[in-house]
């Protein structure tokens, strides 16, 4: 059997081990994937401890993405942005697909990202990757509450394109200079804080992506609905890296119809519950 896993903390809001048992299943892989909860402090022993039992694949969620980078070996697009979010474990290689996955979401919802102006919330692992995504085909708007990491991804991604700051206690000051919002915070995610990441004021005829999938009707995702916003669900971009991350591990495309299934019917059971 074939073992693999998502590491993150807190993870119970994890919906990758459903999607990818799922596809285990329909194309009938001996393998099982697992959610670990992994403390900051205990990540380096979480990863050769995988390796040590056998795992062949990670994900890798909040809040490891950047400090996962120290352990691995970086291929493709992790090289740059520094982020990773799939582990070949025994190789020790890191690659990100969230970056892919982002892009492929934003497409299949007929979204014209190249030269829009593009407010993206957040500094952290998922905001890097797309970030470096959107590099030199929008122009971006970085704000994040912690001034310094904000500084840091403008200055990274500034190299690839054009990038500024913002500080995030005046975004009022962007309602109407910004053509999509991008929501890479947890807030709204369930077993975070279930508050708006923004402004109500500024989401206002734009397009409005929340990359928070655990509920699929975040409280950004609702106002931008009421706002008559273009919306565009998090549950995609998870379902797009995740078949990014099965291929890197198989060499081939998994069934993504099968994964979405799986993800909404997991999400629309603990809605009811």
Same mark, same amino acid.
Request: glycine residues 8%; contains cysteine; proline residues 4%.
């Given at each position: 059997m074939?073992?693999f ?7 119970? $809001?994890? /919906?990758?081990p459903? &999607? $990818?048992?799922? *596809?285990?299943?329909? !194309?009938?892989?001996?393998? +099982? ?5 992994v403390?900051?402090?205990?990540? #380096?022993? /979480? ?7 056998g795992?062949k694949?990670?994900?890798v969620?909040?809040p $490891? ?12 697009l ?10 070949? @474990?025994?190789? !020790? ?14 497409e ?32 971006? +708007? ?9 500084l840091? !991804?403008?200055?990274?991604?500034? *190299? ?5 700051f913002?500080?995030?206690? #005046?975004?009022?000051?962007? #309602? ?15 077993g975070?804080?279930?508050?708006l ?5 500024? @989401?206002?005829?734009? @397009? ?7 509920? +699929? ?13 273009? *919306?565009?669900y998090g !549950?995609? &971009? ?14 081939f ?5 099968? &994964?979405?299934?799986? @993800? &909404?019917?997991?999400?629309? =059971? +603990?809605s009811? =519950?």
């Amino acid at each position: 059997m074939l073992y693999f896993g998502v590491i993150g903390h807190p993870i119970s $809001h994890s /919906a990758s081990p459903v &999607m $990818h048992n799922a *596809v285990f299943r329909t !194309l009938n892989i001996d393998a +099982i994937y697992l959610a670990f909860d992994v403390k900051p402090e205990s990540l #380096r022993e /979480a990863l050769f401890g995988a390796k040590a039992l056998g795992f062949k694949g990670l994900n890798v969620t909040i809040p $490891h993405k950047e400090e996962i980078t120290k352990y691995l070996k970086l291929r493709g697009l992790a090289e740059r942005i520094r982020a990773v979010n799939t582990v070949d @474990v025994q190789s !020790l290689e890191g690659y990100n697909t969230d970056a892919t996955g982002a892009l492929r979401t934003l497409e299949s919802y007929n979204v014209d990202y190249k030269d829009k102006v593009v407010l993206i919330v957040g500094a952290g692992g998922v905001a890097r990757a797309i970030a470096f995504a959107l590099a030199g085909k929008s122009t971006l +708007i970085i704000t994040n509450r912690t001034e310094s990491r904000g500084l840091k !991804l403008v200055e990274d991604v500034r *190299v690839y394109g054009d990038c500024v700051f913002h500080p995030y206690d #005046r975004l009022e000051e962007l #309602r109407g200079k910004f053509d999509i919002l991008i929501n890479c915070t947890p807030l709204g995610m369930r077993g975070f804080e279930s508050r708006l990441p923004v402004p109500e004021s500024i @989401v206002e005829n734009v @397009v409005v992506f929340d990359t928070v999938y655990n509920p +699929i009707e975040t409280p950004l995702i609702k106002l931008a609905k009421k706002r008559d916003c273009k *919306v565009v669900y998090g !549950l995609d &971009m998870l379902v797009y890296q995740g078949a990014e991350a099965f291929k890197i591990w198989f060499g081939f495309d998994p069934p993504i119809e099968v &994964m979405k299934k799986a @993800v &909404m019917d997991f999400l629309q =059971s +603990i809605s009811t =519950s």
